[in-house]
Each structure stands twice: as C-alpha cells, then as structure tokens.
C-alpha cells in the first residue's frame, strides 16, 4: 500500500512537471509574440524570427530581443543561409533581412554608452573641429585650441575672406559634430586675438546652452578600403555599377546613409558622385551628394562626406552586414570590374595591366595644376582646383570637377 502511495506522488509530480513545462513554453511563444510586435515586426516576421531561433537553437527564443549577442548570432546566421542557398536576389528575404537590420540599428543607436549628450560649451573637447558661421561674410573652419571655464580658445579660422579681418567684438554662431552623439550650435561673441598653445586664436565667450541640431540616424564604422569614384550626371539612375575605373580613393567610414572618403587635393560640396567598391566580393554602388569637405592642407588630401541617395534593400543589407561584422573575413580590397552581360570591359579596366600614370587615378599636382583636360576623365582641372574626377564614359558634358 505504502509503495501504491509513493508510485502515485511520483506520478502526480511528473505530471505536475510536465504540464508546467508545456505552459511556460507556450506562455515563453505567447510573450514572443508580444515582445516581436512591440519592436515592430509584422505576425508573419514574427513566425519567421521563431523559425529563425529554432534553426539557432536559442533556447530562450526570448532573448533575441533581450541580448546583442543572440541577435547577432540568429543575423549571422540568416547571411549565412541566403549566401549558401542563393537567395540573395529574393525580394521577400532581403525585406526580411532589412528589418532585421533596422533593429539591430536601434538596439545599438539605445545602448547607454550611445546616448550621452552635453549641454554647455564647457564640456566640448579640445581638438574639436568646429564651423563657425560669420553672418554676411561666410562658414569658416576652426577647432578648439584650448577649453577653459571662462573663455574658449579656438583656432583663427582661415580663409582668403577674413584674411585681413578684424575679429574682435564679432558675434559668431558655433557648429560642431560629436562622434557617436549629435550636432550642436551655440552663440558667441569673439572678445580677443591671441596667441594660444602657440596658435594665433580666437578667445570667446561660452554658450551656456547649446541647441541640438541632429542625432545620428545609423551607425557608421571605420574602415580604410580602397575604392574608385565617379562625378554622376543628374538623368543618371542611382547606384548604377561601373565597368570602367573611376578615380581612386579610400572609404574611411561607411553607414546605409552614407560615407567618407578621402581624395588627393581639394574639393568642393553640392557635387553628386558614386563610390564603388567591393564588400563580400560583391560589387557596391553608393550614389549620394557631397554634403561637407575637410581639406587637410598639410597632405593636401580632402574628405569627402556624401550623403546617400535611398539604397536598395539588397546593397543596404551588405553593408549593413560590414557596418555589423556579419559578412566573412575574406574579402578582398580591390574591387572586382566584370563583364557584365556581353559587355566588354574598356581597356583601362582593373585588368592588372600596368601603366605608369593610371588615367583615373589620383594624379600629381604638377600635373593636375596645367588646367588641361585630363584624357578619359570626362572633366577639366582649372588652376584653382587640383583633382579630376574619374567621370563615367556616359558623361560627355564638360565639368569643373572638384
């Protein structure tokens, strides 16, 4: 009788278990649910994240929305997937694969580490580059020389228009971007000319409020990665691959809304160009305009800061993927120019011919300073101006290049 009773406390309690097991996992994809609608996924996104969880063992499917490392893990391996199966051109997917991003962006755009701001003056950094705008005369160049609880020391900002200007008692308004953070303006006035850290400065006057002009709206990251250029006519579509090289420079960050890039000699904003490169070996075009410059004298090099033009799903999703860490290791620096659909390549393609001075590639000053048109890259040099743009062969109209 006793062994009766014991037999049935044991069985009761398994039952108990098993029940139990059953509820919280269905109360676990009850709350899945929930928790997938809140950070904005369709029910059918939904069904393919648990799909997605399950291919990745997560065993707390939950925690996709609770931990970076569980999401990058199901990313990674979704990229995985599409590569190897071939699904890469599916529209449906690559949406898929988008949305995912999306969240992935705000995931990390949230992090406490992101989200920090500064609201005085006082706390800008020294070295911080600044824009500084002179009501009637024009936006002048400047960085933080030194930061003090009273004054700011910032350096004279160059240019032939305040060559010979007086500063003193002028009022100025103050623009700068902090990395990771934001845009910031503030009000000042110049109160004197002085020599600071042995730099001729400006000392003015702090804005104990500063105006937030404009948060990050993606994440960019670092990179220094070969690339060709192109000036783009404004008929052209965007983001139309080249099989000929453009002008030679180097990506030095990227995000799905645009990028930096570094070329010889100067430049000028408003121009609308493309960058190509390679990611994944997959050829990437990145058509935008050149919103700001920054013209480093010393190498006479400029960096280009280009906005892009809305992307398709499929390009944004690869450089997503690098802006991420979710594509391999084994890409390669130069970018691959295919015959694309019976189309030759023009002998001056990435072939591995050698010549001795590239016809689109970053030339010498002496020989950029002549104002003579340079031979298939669709623009002419003035004397004034010292880099070509590596122009698309369908652009036959002449153009002041950079």
Request: charged share 25%; aromatic share 8%.
């Amino acid at each position: 009788m006793a062994i009766l009773i014991v037999a049935l406390i044991v069985l009761g309690l398994f039952f108990l278990v098993v029940s139990r097991s059953k509820k919280e996992k269905k109360g676990n994809w009850v709350q899945f649910v929930a928790r997938g609608r809140e950070a904005g996924f369709s029910f059918k996104e939904i069904e393919m994240l648990r799909r997605l969880a399950a291919e990745c063992d997560l065993e707390y499917p939950n925690s996709l929305f609770e931990s970076q490392n569980q999401l990058d893990k199901c990313i990674r391996s979704m990229v995985r997937s599409i590569k190897m199966s071939g699904e890469s051109e599916e529209r449906g997917t690559q949406d898929f694969l988008s949305k995912l991003y999306d969240y992935r962006q705000k995931v990390e755009i949230n992090k406490p580490h992101v989200s920090y701001s500064i609201t005085n003056s006082r706390q800008i950094s020294e070295n911080q580059t600044l824009r500084v705008l002179v009501v009637g005369t024009g936006v002048f160049k400047s960085q933080v020389i030194k930061n003090s609880s009273q004054y700011i020391n910032i350096s004279r900002p160059a240019g032939a228009k305040n060559a010979a200007m007086s500063w003193i008692g002028t009022k100025i308004s103050v623009y700068f971007w902090r990395e990771e953070d934001a845009g910031y303006v503030f009000d000042s006035e110049v109160v004197d000319e002085v020599f600071s850290l042995g730099f001729p400065s400006l000392k003015i006057t702090h804005g104990d409020s500063l105006f937030r002009t404009q948060k990050r709206r993606s994440i960019r990251t670092k990179m220094h990665k070969a690339a060709f250029l192109y000036l783009v006519p404004t008929t052209e579509p965007s983001h139309k691959i080249e099989i000929d090289p453009g002008l030679k420079c180097f990506i030095e960050d990227i995000s799905d809304t645009g990028c930096a890039v570094t070329v010889g000699g100067r430049a000028d904003a408003g121009l609308r160009v493309k960058v190509q490169f390679a990611l994944d070996n997959t050829a990437i075009c990145m058509t935008g305009t050149v919103r700001s410059i920054n013209y480093r004298d010393e190498a006479n090099r400029s960096v280009l800061h280009i906005e892009a033009e809305p992307l398709p799903n499929e390009i944004r999703n690869h450089i997503l993927g690098e802006v991420f860490g979710m594509l391999p290791d084994d890409d390669e620096d130069e970018l691959p120019f295919r015959v694309l659909d019976g189309e030759k390549a023009s002998p001056n393609a990435d072939d591995g011919a050698s010549n001795d001075v590239p016809a689109n590639d970053v030339l010498p000053n002496d020989i950029l300073a002549d104002g003579v048109p340079l031979a298939g890259l669709g623009g002419v040099v003035s004397e004034e101006v010292t880099v070509g743009i590596g122009a698309p062969r369908s652009l036959t109209q002449e153009t002041d290049g950079f």
